[in-house]
């Protein structure tokens, strides 16, 4: 057993994402995040106004809350904007295209497969005064962002030890880490270990978003090169969620049949069947 202990250093602030972006809620904001990483990041040019506001307008944004998101955007560092004649363009920062990079690796590769699990449990125990009510929910929710579930008050488990990077960058981003304890541990012969990660986490419910997804992605098949950009931009926007849903359990924990292997698959597919089309397509209209 070891305490978790982190060393202060000050570093350059650099642009999070909030979880409520990181899920992908259906808001101006979030579809463009999306539209940044899946077509602006990935053809390295800069985009006009008019073309993100256009696009944003055939996803169900209106013109004024597409501008509101991008100046909000930019404002958090993301963005940086050039005016040419009476138009603007918009280019991603050096940190947005790291955190974008980033984001799209762990969209890309989430789901794929993994190597068998070793057994190993890590374990964290972290106190927050009842009375610190908001101080415990950020707690809970950079937690569980970050792959740990709970199946006990103050208790906190993931199945990797790697994640103990991820547990101390949040213990001491809160002020927790002077009463923080870590260890590794394997499941023992008391109790049940489905019935730990059953209480730690909320299988059915992701499970009920995976379902979702396959039913919203399953059927459509867009014909147009505009179709087919939208549909990719959907299916990226919904897909993104499940990183940060989903804890990513090894196949050892979960229900025999996982969804969500079925949802990657479909993801894969759609994705592969619509990219260079809509690749195409964006670079068409960026170009206009």
Same mark, same amino acid.
């Given at each position: 057993?070891?305490?978790?202990?982190?060393?202060?250093?000050?570093?350059?602030?650099?642009?999070?994402?909030?979880?409520?972006?990181?899920?992908?809620?259906?808001?101006? +904001?979030?579809?463009?995040?999306?539209?940044?990483?899946?077509?602006?990041?990935?053809? =390295? *040019?800069?985009?006009?106004?008019?073309?993100?506001?256009?696009?944003?307008?055939?996803?169900?944004?209106?013109?004024?809350?597409?501008? !509101?998101?991008?100046?909000?955007?930019?404002?958090?560092?993301?963005?940086?904007?050039?005016?040419?004649?009476?138009?603007?363009?918009?280019?991603?920062?050096?940190?947005?295209? =790291?955190?974008?990079?980033?984001?799209?690796?762990?969209?890309?590769?989430?789901?794929?497969?993994?190597?068998?699990?070793?057994?190993?449990?890590?374990?964290?125990?972290?106190?927050?005064?009842?009375?610190?009510? /908001?101080? /415990?929910?950020?707690?809970?929710?950079?937690?569980?962002?970050?792959? %740990?579930?709970?199946?006990?008050?103050?208790?906190?488990?993931?199945?990797?030890?790697?994640?103990?990077?991820?547990? /101390?960058?949040?213990?001491?981003?809160?002020?927790?880490?002077?009463?923080?304890?870590?260890?590794? $541990?394997?499941?023992?012969?008391?109790?049940? *270990?489905?019935?730990? @990660?059953? /209480?730690?986490?909320?299988?059915?419910? @992701? $499970? $009920?978003?995976?379902?979702?997804?396959?039913?919203?992605?399953?059927?459509?098949?867009?014909?147009?090169?505009?179709?087919?950009?939208? $549909? !990719?931009?959907?299916?990226?926007?919904?897909?993104?969620?499940?990183? %940060?849903?989903?804890?990513?359990?090894?196949?050892?924990?979960?229900?025999?049949?996982?969804?969500?292997? +079925?949802?990657?698959?479909? %993801?894969?597919?759609?994705?592969? *069947?619509?990219?260079?089309?809509?690749? !195409?397509?964006?670079?068409?209209?960026?170009?206009?």
């Amino acid at each position: 057993m070891h305490l978790i202990y982190v060393e202060l250093s000050v570093t350059a602030p650099r642009p999070t994402l909030t979880r409520r972006h990181a899920l992908g809620e259906t808001s101006a +904001r979030s579809l463009l995040l999306t539209l940044l990483g899946e077509f602006v990041l990935r053809n =390295q *040019e800069p985009v006009w106004t008019a073309t993100l506001v256009e696009v944003l307008d055939e996803l169900g944004v209106e013109e004024k809350s597409a501008r !509101q998101a991008l100046a909000r955007t930019a404002a958090d560092g993301w963005l940086t904007s050039e005016r040419v004649g009476r138009t603007v363009r918009w280019s991603l920062t050096p940190p947005g295209r =790291q955190l974008l990079t980033e984001g799209a690796e762990r969209i890309y590769t989430f789901g794929t497969t993994t190597a068998p699990w070793d057994g190993v449990w890590l374990i964290v125990y972290v106190s927050v005064p009842e009375s610190k009510r /908001r101080l /415990r929910h950020k707690l809970r929710t950079k937690l569980s962002w970050a792959g %740990f579930g709970s199946p006990g008050p103050g208790m906190w488990i993931a199945p990797s030890s790697a994640r103990e990077a991820e547990a /101390r960058s949040v213990i001491e981003g809160l002020g927790l880490e002077s009463g923080a304890l870590s260890f590794t $541990a394997r499941f023992a012969g008391v109790g049940s *270990e489905r019935a730990m @990660v059953e /209480r730690a986490w909320d299988l059915e419910g @992701v $499970a $009920a978003q995976y379902e979702a997804f396959i039913e919203a992605f399953s059927a459509p098949r867009p014909a147009s090169p505009e179709s087919i950009m939208l $549909a !990719q931009t959907r299916l990226v926007h919904e897909w993104r969620r499940f990183p %940060f849903l989903d804890p990513r359990l090894p196949s050892a924990l979960l229900p025999s049949g996982w969804i969500g292997d +079925r949802a990657r698959d479909l %993801f894969d597919a759609r994705h592969g *069947e619509w990219d260079a089309i809509a690749q !195409q397509r964006w670079r068409a209209l960026a170009a206009g």
